[in-house]
C-alpha cells in the first residue's frame, strides 16, 4: 500500500511529463506500475486532487495537470466592486474582470483559463492589478465555499431580495415573498439565506430564507449575524462536555509530582483589564550573578490529550475569537477560564522557559521545565505602568481595578495590599523592566520593524451596552510583556529546530518587491521620500519618518498593507517583521491551537533528552505531513477570527 503524499507527487510527476496525455484511472495505474491493492489509494489521490484544483477530470472520465492545459486553479476573491481576483495554492495572485468571474462568489474554489493581455489589449486594467500580463477567466466551480448568506430583507417592485451584509458578496439574492415562506419576516430583518445551485450569470442568484434574526441593526441581530457570517460556534458538542466533566477543577498533588515546584517564587500576570483568561506568567530570580526570567505558561496539554473530542474541537476551532465584550473560546470556559487559566493565588500546572542574563542584558542560557506556579498578583496594564512610573505607594493603590462583569478575574485591589507589597511588586517590575528594555532596544536596533498600531477598544458596561471608547497606548507595561513572550518563542523554536525536530513555526514572509515600489509611490505625495525598500535599514528609516508624520495613522496602515500577512507553516522560513530565522507560537495555548502543537513537541523533546521534568505518559511525535495540514488550516480560521 502507497503513502498517499508520496502516491499523490508520482501522479503529479507523471501528468506533467512531456509525453502524456490524458488518460484514465486504469492507464495512469499501468504507467505508475502500480499493484491492483494500490487502485483505491490511487482513486482517493486523484480525487483529493481534482479539489484541491491541481488536476482536472476531462472528456471521458479522464485526467490532466491543469498547468498543462493553460488552466490554474485556486481560490477567488471578490472586492466590493466586482472585479476579483484568484489566489493559487503556491500564493500565485492572477486578476479577473467582473465579466469574466462567471457564477463564482467570493472563497469559491475554481479552475480558470489563462488570460495573455500581450496577445489581447482589447480590455484595459487597473495599476494595482496583480501581474501586468496575466489575467483568468473562471470556467468552473470545484467547490463551493457558502451554502448559507445573511443580509438585511428588502423590497424592490414586485420582488424580494436580501442585500448580503459581506460587500465581497457582489450580488443580492433573490427570494420569494416572505408572507408565502415558513420563515415570516419583513422587510428591515435580517435573516439567513440558504443559496440554490446559481449556475446562470444572467440571472442573480438566489435561495430560500432559513431564518429571521431579528429587525436590522439591533445588537443581537448583528451578533447573530456575525456567528453565521464566519461560520463561528457558540457551543460545544456534547461529547466535548462530557470529557469536560472529568477534568478536575484544582490541581492536585497527583498532578504536581515530578514537576519543578515554584509556588514559592513570585510571579504575577500582566493582562488587559477585559481579560477573559490568563495563559502566560513571569518571574525573576537570580542564578549565581545572572539573572533569570521565568516564563510560565499555561500548560493546557496536560489536560487535553490528543485524539479526544476536546482536541478535535479545539483544533477545528483553530483559535479563540475575539468580539466586543464577549469571545468564543476555543477551549471550553471550564479550562479557558478556569484550571487552566492562570488565576491569582490557585495552583496551576505551566511550561516554564528560563532566560538567563548578565548585567548588561546579554542572554547566556536558556533551560525548560514543566512547573507548577502560584500567581501572586493579576496586574492589568495601568496597575504595572503606575509601578513601572509613580513612585508614591497611594497613587499607586488609587488605579482602578478591573471590574468584575468585563473580566476573568479581578485580582485583588491593590488599595486592599500592604505598602510593603506595593513596594515590592514596585521593584520586581521595575526590576524587569530594565532587562526587557535592554532587550527591545538590541532588538529594533538589529533591524526589528515596530510595527504596533494605536488600537482603540469598546467597553461595555454591566448590561452589555457601549459605555466608553478608549484609546490604548502601546506603553511600557504591554512592552514589557511582549519582549518576553518574543523571547520565549524565540528560545522554543530554537531549541525545536537544533533537534532537528518538525513544529509548526510563525512565518512572516518577505514582502513583494512590487508592493514596496507601489508604497513607495503612495508615499510621495506626503513628503516621504524613499530610497530602495528592500533594503531593510531603508524600510526602518520610512517606518520612523512615518510614526514622525501628522497621517501616521493613515501611512502606517498602507506599509502593513505592503507587508505580507504571517501565516502558520511547518517549515522554519523566517519572521521578516521580527527579523529572526526560528520563531514559533508557544505562549497562548489557551487561545491558540498553534501553541497547543508545540507544547507537544516540546513533551516529546523533554522525554527524548530524559529531562526529569517531561511528562510521565508517552507522547508520540507529531509528523511533518501533520502539522503541515494544521498549519494551513489554523492560518485559515486565524484570518477568519480578524
Not at 191 to 216: D, F, M
Not at 402 to 420: F, H, I
Not at 550 to 575: C, E, F, M, N, W
Request: hydrophobic share 35%; with cysteine.
Amino acid at each position: 500500500m502507497k503513502n498517499l503524499e508520496n502516491l499523490s507527487q508520482e501522479i503529479l510527476k507523471l501528468l506533467r511529463s512531456k509525453n502524456y496525455v490524458p488518460s484514465d484511472l486504469g492507464q495512469i495505474a499501468i504507467a505508475l506500475n502500480l499493484e491492483r491493492g494500490d487502485i483505491p489509494q490511487l482513486n482517493a489521490a486523484i480525487s483529493k486532487m481534482v479539489k484541491e484544483g491541481c488536476v482536472l477530470r476531462v472528456k471521458n472520465e479522464r485526467y490532466a495537470a491543469t498547468n498543462d492545459l493553460d488552466l490554474i486553479a485556486g481560490t477567488i476573491e471578490f472586492r466590493p466592486n466586482g472585479k476579483a481576483s484568484i489566489r493559487t495554492k503556491e500564493g500565485k495572485v492572477v486578476s479577473v474582470r467582473r465579466e469574466d468571474t462567471g457564477v463564482a462568489l467570493d472563497g469559491d474554489k475554481v479552475i480558470a483559463r489563462k488570460i495573455d493581455e500581450r496577445k489581447n489589449k482589447k480590455h484595459r486594467y487597473d495599476k494595482y492589478d496583480t501581474d501586468e500580463s496575466l489575467f483568468a477567466k473562471v470556467i468552473r466551480i470545484i467547490e463551493r465555499k457558502r451554502e448559507f448568506v445573511v443580509g438585511t430583507l428588502k423590497k424592490s417592485w414586485n420582488f424580494w431580495h436580501i442585500i448580503p451584509d459581506d460587500p465581497r458578496f457582489y450580488y443580492d439574492v433573490i427570494v420569494a415573498d416572505p408572507s408565502t415562506s415558513k420563515v415570516k419576516a419583513e422587510e428591515g430583518d435580517k435573516v439567513i439565506v440558504r443559496l440554490n445551485a446559481w449556475e446562470v450569470k444572467n440571472i442573480n442568484p438566489s435561495g430560500e430564507i432559513t431564518e429571521n434574526l431579528g429587525q436590522s441593526h439591533t445588537p443581537m441581530a448583528e451578533y447573530k449575524a456575525i456567528l453565521v457570517k464566519y461560520d463561528l460556534a457558540v457551543d460545544f458538542p456534547e461529547a466535548v462536555l462530557q470529557e469536560v466533566k472529568n477534568i478536575p477543577k484544582e490541581v492536585t498533588a497527583a498532578d504536581i509530582e515530578g514537576r519543578l515546584d515554584l509556588r514559592n517564587e513570585f510571579t504575577m500576570t500582566i493582562d488587559p483589564s477585559d481579560a477573559k483568561d490568563f495563559d502566560d506568567a513571569i518571574s525573576i530570580g537570580k542564578n549565581g550573578k545572572l539573572i533569570r526570567i521565568g516564563v510560565h505558561i499555561a500548560d493546557v496539554s496536560y489536560y487535553v490529550k490528543g485524539g479526544t473530542a476536546l482536541d478535535k474541537e479545539a483544533r477545528k476551532r483553530g483559535n479563540s475569537t475575539y468580539l466586543v465584550g464577549t469571545v468564543l473560546p476555543m477551549l471550553p470556559f471550564e479550562l479557558s477560564n478556569g484550571i487552566c487559566s492562570l488565576l491569582e493565588g490557585q495552583d496551576r500546572l505551566v511550561k516554564s522557559v528560563f532566560l538567563e542574563f548578565d548585567t548588561i542584558g546579554d542572554c547566556k542560557s536558556v533551560h525548560f521545565a514543566n512547573s507548577v506556579i502560584r500567581s501572586n498578583k493579576r496586574l492589568s496594564y495601568k496597575q504595572a505602568y503606575a509601578l513601572l512610573t509613580e513612585n508614591d505607594i497611594e497613587k499607586i493603590k488609587a488605579v482602578k481595578t478591573p471590574d468584575a462583569y468585563a473580566t476573568g478575574a479581578t485580582g485583588k485591589p491593590l488599595s486592599e495590599c500592604s505598602d510593603e507589597f506595593i513596594g515590592r511588586l514596585r521593584f520586581i517590575i521595575r526590576q524587569m523592566w530594565s532587562i526587557a528594555s535592554t532587550l527591545r532596544k538590541r532588538r529594533m536596533k538589529k533591524g526589528s520593524l515596530d510595527l504596533d498600531m494605536p488600537e482603540t477598544r469598546i467597553f461595555l458596561d454591566a448590561e452589555g451596552y457601549a459605555a466608553r471608547i478608549e484609546k490604548l497606548e502601546y506603553d511600557e507595561s504591554h512592552q514589557l510583556i511582549e519582549e518576553f513572550m518574543l523571547a520565549a518563542n524565540e528560545a522554543v523554536a530554537r531549541e525545536l529546530f537544533d533537534a532537528h525536530l518538525p513544529y509548526i513555526s510563525r512565518v512572516h514572509d518577505d514582502p513583494d518587491e512590487e508592493k514596496l515600489m507601489d508604497l513607495r509611490e503612495f508615499l510621495e505625495p506626503y513628503g516621504i521620500q524613499t530610497g530602495d525598500l528592500t533594503r531593510r535599514r531603508e524600510l526602518m528609516k520610512v517606518l520612523n519618518a512615518i510614526n514622525k508624520h501628522p497621517q501616521s495613522y493613515i501611512l502606517k496602515t498602507q506599509l502593513l498593507r505592503s507587508l505580507k500577512r504571517a501565516v502558520y507553516r511547518a517549515s522554519a522560513d523566517g519572521h521578516f517583521g521580527l527579523m529572526k530565522d526560528y520563531y514559533a507560537h508557544f505562549t497562548s495555548p489557551i487561545r491558540r491551537y498553534a501553541d497547543f502543537t508545540v507544547h507537544r513537541t516540546m513533551n516529546y523533546h523533554m522525554q527524548l533528552t530524559k529531562d526529569p521534568t517531561a511528562p510521565k505518559q508517552k507522547q508520540e511525535l507529531l509528523s511533518q505531513s501533520y502539522l503541515e495540514g494544521i498549519a494551513e488550516h489554523i492560518s485559515k480560521t486565524e484570518a477568519n477570527s480578524t
